[in-house]
């Protein structure tokens, strides 16, 4: 029996949570169905490598999107989405279950990458999920001590989270230094500072190329000829994106497997959308863009929501991004890429921001320890220039 609803998500991630909550201001009583691969309920994955390890008083509970509560959307967890018949639009399950909708959203996010000779298991983990973040929690107690792989952003935080709760942390990263691929030195070394003095070994210059598993811990081998021995390893060297879905139902998909999306967030089929990480669509001020961060997954998610109820609006947002370590913490917008030129502004107590330059056009804008920048820096950004003074903008 095939169970039909009016709007389809595929994904049970942040833009499904965003995109019901989207619907319900534009339609309170068409049906809402979402299918989810995970175990658990659309979480916000922000949490699962800060607050939750730094606030002792924030629990689950409190960061709990509340999905179904909120929008009255039936979810479907374990469910994986594996083929789209856009003639009968039925959506079928790797279960064998069908869902007929009226309009879908592929919201599908993406999937850690991993390395092939360390899969997934007891010992490794590929860091993205609710029940990740409850499995690395309960090993906290006995202190292990956690290779994490990746210098990203996930990698530093869930290495500054581990070592804030008592584990013994190993950072192995590729960079020369810590944040080097993103920051200019004079940030890039601050930060690698602050991990060597919370007592994190930083082991830079030197990628995963094997490793095994055994039932007690993990032996990683590295690229300079070095081994790691440790507990447990976390890794967090970024995600491919989910597209295959909507490429197997002829959907047009970019090269790094995103989902081709135009400004109403449709695909070449006006009732499939997609938006989230596995979405590149046309940014207004950026242009073509696929962007993994949680501004875009909510403010996309919930305007794919509406525009699936009926909108006829476009998706204007430009995205900016976040990451805390430590005390320090920064907010951006565009391309972080320290190849780039970079013009580094002063602003006082630790604060900078600074501009990133292609062919002398500004594509980027960090604002480390700066708080209101993220307006003045998409300003920047649409102008192109850097300005004479980022106060007169704030
Ligand atoms: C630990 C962590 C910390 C983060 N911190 C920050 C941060 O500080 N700042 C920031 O800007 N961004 C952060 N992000 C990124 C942000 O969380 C993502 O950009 C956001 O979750 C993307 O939302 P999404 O719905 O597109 O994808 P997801 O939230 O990943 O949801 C996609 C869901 O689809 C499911 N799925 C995939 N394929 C199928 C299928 N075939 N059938 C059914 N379900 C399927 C997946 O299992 C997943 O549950 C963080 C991410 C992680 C993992």
Same mark, same amino acid.
Do not use: C, N, W
């Given at each position: 029996?095939?169970?039909? !609803?009016?709007?389809?998500? *595929?994904?049970?991630?942040?833009?499904?949570?965003?995109?019901?909550?989207?619907?319900?201001?534009? /339609?309170?009583?068409?049906?809402?169905?979402?299918?989810?691969? +995970?175990s658990t309920a659309p979480f916000p994955r922000p949490a699962l490598s800060k607050k939750l390890w730094t606030d002792s008083g924030f629990t689950e509970d409190d960061a709990a999107l509340g999905t179904v509560d909120e929008t009255g959307a039936t979810l479907h967890l374990g469910a994986r989405a594996d083929t789209i018949d856009r003639r009968t639009r039925t959506v079928t399950t790797s279960a064998g279950d069908s869902y007929g909708y009226g309009r879908l959203l592929i919201a599908?996010?993406?999937?850690?990458?991993?390395i092939a000779a360390l899969p997934p298991s007891a010992r490794? *983990?590929?860091?993205?999920?609710? +029940?990740? !973040?409850?499995?690395l929690r309960a090993t906290v107690a006995d202190h292990p001590h956690v290779a994490v792989v990746g210098g990203g952003y996930i990698g530093t935080e869930i290495a500054a989270a581990l070592v804030q709760n008592g584990c013994s942390v190993t950072l192995v990263h590729p960079e020369e230094v810590l944040g080097s691929r993103s920051f200019p030195p004079v940030i890039s070394e601050e930060i690698a500072a602050m991990f060597t003095k919370a007592g994190v070994r930083v082991r830079g210059g030197a990628r995963v190329v094997g490793g095994t598993t055994s039932s007690t811990g993990v032996r990683l081998e590295l690229s300079d000829g070095t081994t790691v021995s440790a507990d447990y390893a976390v890794i967090g060297l970024g995600i491919e994106p989910a597209g295959t879905l909507a490429r197997t139902a002829g959907l047009e998909t970019s090269s790094d497997g995103?989902?081709?999306?135009?400004?109403?967030?449709?695909?070449? /089929?006006? /009732?499939v959308l997609a938006a989230g990480d596995v979405a590149q669509y046309p940014d207004r001020i950026l242009g073509r863009q696929r962007v993994e961060h949680v501004d875009n997954a909510t403010e996309m998610g919930a305007t794919a929501g509406r525009i699936l109820a009926g909108s006829d609006e476009t998706y204007d947002h430009t995205p900016f991004f976040y990451s805390d370590l430590f005390d320090a913490w920064y907010e951006a917008v565009g391309t972080l890429d320290a190849s780039l030129r970079t013009v580094v502004v002063?602003?006082?107590?630790?604060?900078?921001?600074? !501009? !990133?330059?292609? /062919?002398?056009?500004?594509?980027?804008v960090l604002m480390w320890k700066v708080a209101d920048g993220v307006e003045p820096a998409r300003a920047v950004l649409a102008a192109r220039t850097v300005p004479g003074s980022f106060d007169d903008l704030i």
């Open positions: 029996m095939t169970v039909s !609803y009016d709007y389809l998500i *595929i994904g049970g991630g942040m833009v499904a949570d965003a995109a019901a909550k989207g619907i319900r201001e534009r /339609d309170p009583d068409g049906t809402i169905g979402i299918l989810g691969e +995970e599908t996010g993406g999937h850690p990458r991993q490794v *983990i590929y860091f993205r999920t609710l +029940e990740h !973040y409850r499995r995103g989902i081709v999306v135009d400004e109403h967030l449709a695909t070449a /089929d006006p /009732d002063e602003k006082g107590d630790g604060g900078r921001v600074v !501009y !990133y330059l292609r /062919d002398e056009e500004v594509v980027g």
